[in-house]
């Protein structure tokens, strides 16, 4: 399937909601102390449905949920994660969330789209150690920023999480539409290669269950965007993406039309930014007028913007986002069923 026929649902949403429901999230820290037990009653008291019911409120198409990120607690259980790592008792959930909020979601006619660190879970030293995962700089990078770092190519790494996500992935098939990679920082020593493992093989263990679904690759606020006298871009990672990570924090980028080419492929325009005061934290940074307009002026050329709001712990909206959230869905007007 083509890049522009595995897009077009996607395309027909326009917008939908993304949060990031972590161990470390809200109150802070990174969740790399939070116990098992406790991870897995947060889990097993989700509200999936009460959640489905107000994104059918607000209209949205699509929800973005995350896997997990740094405190090495995942919101599903993975027998391949274990047996590499080691750790018991399990940080992956006894709970199947992501199974579960497809089975609330799908009947409601909202797609799912899953996030993933493309490393292993900064705050679990363990966890890092016996996937073989280094992170950073050697030293501060270059010019203030570079996709680069003077590291290594970490492929019996990549081989682990590649199965690691193969295993997430052919569990869930179809209801997975879509996955946002995260922290492919370092991607001319890992993944820019004509041998596997590369972006290739990264991109074909997240499809190993669904060949249809979307992939991006997330290399940062200032690596997402290029500049020039006539204001700012969006830009991929690599041709082998579907559609632009997009990562941004204050200056959003206009869409001047549905695609970026990265060489010679098509890859679909699309943003991802926060309407709290930083990911998944604080008040309302807009009125209801800014995020409208920015919704209306990128689905109007082509494009798909992704608003990420602070989850509560039981899995709702707060009202103040519900608001907001609302007034985007009635300025959009349509939803892909």
């Known amino acids: 399937m083509s890049v522009k026929d595995r897009t077009e649902w ?19 820290g990174n969740g790399s102390g939070v116990l098992a037990d406790e991870w897995n009653r947060w889990v097993d008291a989700f509200d999936v449905d ?30 391949t994660y274990d047996r590499l790592v080691g750790i018991t008792p399990s940080k992956c959930s006894r709970r199947d969330l992501v199974a579960d909020l497809y ?6 006619g909202i797609r799912l789209l899953v996030y993933l660190t493309s490393g292993a879970p900064n705050g679990d030293t363990a966890a890092m150690e016996r996937l073989g995962w280094e992170w950073g700089y050697a030293g501060a990078p270059p010019n203030g920023w570079s996709p680069n770092y003077t590291g290594k190519r970490l492929a019996e790494f990549q081989r682990k999480w590649e ?11 179809t209801k997975v539409g879509g996955w946002w990679i995260d922290g492919c920082y370092f991607s001319q020593d ?5 041998d596997e493992p590369n972006f290739r093989s990264f991109a074909a263990a997240l499809r190993a ?12 606020t200032v690596g997402n965007i290029w500049s020039d006298g006539s204001g700012r871009y969006v830009r991929p990672l ?24 990265c060489q010679g492929r098509q890859v679909r325009w699309h943003v991802l930014t926060y309407l709290g005061q930083g990911w998944c934290e604080g008040a309302p940074r807009f009125d209801v007028e ?16 992704s608003w990420d709001v602070p989850i509560e712990r039981s899995g709702r909206i707060s009202e103040e986002y519900m608001r907001i959230l609302k007034a985007i869905g009635e300025a959009a007007g349509r939803r892909d069923r």
């Open 290 to 305: 800014l995020p409208v307009g920015y919704t209306k002026q990128v689905m109007a050329n082509g494009g798909v913007v």
């Open 190 to 194: 890992m993944y820019q290669f004509e």
């Open 238 to 261: 690599t041709p082998e993406e579907d559609y632009t990570a997009g990562e941004q924090d204050h200056a959003l980028p206009l869409c001047r039309g549905p695609w970026v080419e």
């Open 103 to 108: 089975a609330a979601l799908a009947p409601r």
């Open 50 to 79: 009460g959640l489905a019911n107000q994104l059918v409120e607000v209209k949205a198409p699509y929800f973005f949920i995350t896997i997990g990120q740094n405190s090495g607690h995942y919101l599903s259980p993975n027998a």
């Open 10 to 28: 996607f395309a027909k949403c326009g917008w939908g909601v993304f949060c990031h429901w972590l161990a470390g999230a809200p109150g802070g």
């Open 163 to 173: 199965s690691i996500i193969r295993e997430w992935s052919v569990r869930w098939g």
């Open 209 to 220: 269950g669904n060949p249809d679904s979307l992939v991006a690759f997330n290399y940062g």
